[in-house]
């Protein structure tokens, strides 16, 4: 059965950083591209960060480019998304995925607010 449990979100000032987690089981993690997406409130959902299997490449929206960093650790099957000089704008849920599939994760809440 595959899980994707996301984690590390909470309520940080602009300018502020959070690392988020997300957790892999029930599928050979470390042979599957894996995305970060954002939801915000009113809007849709919206991708913001992928990487290649292996690590081999690293993609990212224009917005999140120089600040957010995606990387993964196959022995431990987790993915992250280190996010630094956050905005208002970056405020939403935030989910892990599965590259092009349908396994998502469950999200984790991100605010940043003054």
């Known amino acids: 059965q595959v899980q994707l449990v996301e984690s590390g979100g909470g309520s940080v000032q602009p300018g502020g950083s959070l690392r988020l987690s997300c957790v892999a089981s029930?599928?050979?993690?470390?042979?599957?591209?894996m995305t970060w997406h954002r939801q915000a409130p009113g809007k849709e959902r919206e991708w913001v960060a992928g990487?290649?299997?292996?690590?081999?490449?690293?993609k990212y929206t224009d917005s999140v480019k120089g600040r957010f960093t995606i990387s993964r650790d196959d022995a431990k099957n987790t993915l992250y998304l280190q996010m630094n000089s956050l905005k208002p704008d970056d405020t939403g849920v935030y989910y892990c995925?599965?590259?092009?599939?349908?396994?998502w994760g469950q999200g984790t809440q991100v605010t940043v607010s003054s």
């Open positions: 995925r599965i590259g092009g599939s349908g396994y």
């Open positions: 990487i290649t299997a292996f690590g081999g490449d690293r």
């Open positions: 029930g599928f050979t993690f470390g042979s599957a591209d």
